[in-house]
């Protein structure tokens, strides 16, 4: 099974919970990254180290974390994005899939799982930029 | 020669619009060989959910 791209499903009930909080005060979510053999999907439930990249560069093991800004509602949806690109230098590997997850969180809760054609990184830099915050395109959008 | 101040022979760039992300990579070579390889993914769109209730 290759990667897939999507909100978990976990994640669904969990906002009902109020287990997660996407304000600039709020918890901390961070991007991982991962190979194109890995299984992430939406139903990954948490954060997993099977699959993910290896060390490399100003990569580790667990990711990134993005810089939250304040969710808004734009129209009839709420929306959240995060406020500046992820960016890792100096790497070499091969990855098509990024998980977004709540690193606050005891379990590393899931968020989603974003992916992309397979992309292959020689000592040089992968940055994964966001999408513009608004009601069609932010990247977590309740409607 | 320097692109983007890396020392190569050849530079190449290409563009490839998915069906969710723009991949930007740019290739840095000598000898025709890859000395690095940059990769920018720029995310279309995210995820929507929740749909309309129909308890209306």
Known sequence: MAN????CDSFKSEVLKGQHNFDVAGDSFKLSLYLTTATISPTTTAYTATGEVANSGTYAA???AVTNQAPATTSTV????PSANVAWSSVTFTTDCALLYNDTDAGKASVAAITFSP???TNGTFTLTMPTND???GLIRLA | MLHNGVECEEFRETYVDEPTAIINAKEYLVGGEII???????????FT?????GNG
């Open chain 1, 4 to 7: 897939s791209a999507g909100i």
């Open chain 1, 62 to 64: 667990t990711g990134s």
């Open chain 1, 78 to 81: 709420g929306h959240w994005t």
């Open chain 1, 119 to 121: 992309q292959t990184v």
């Open chain 1, 135 to 137: 009601n069609t395109t």
């Open chain 2, 36 to 46: 690095r390889r940059d990769v920018e993914v720029q995310v279309k769109e995210g």
């Open chain 2, 49 to 53: 959910f929740l749909g309309e209730t």
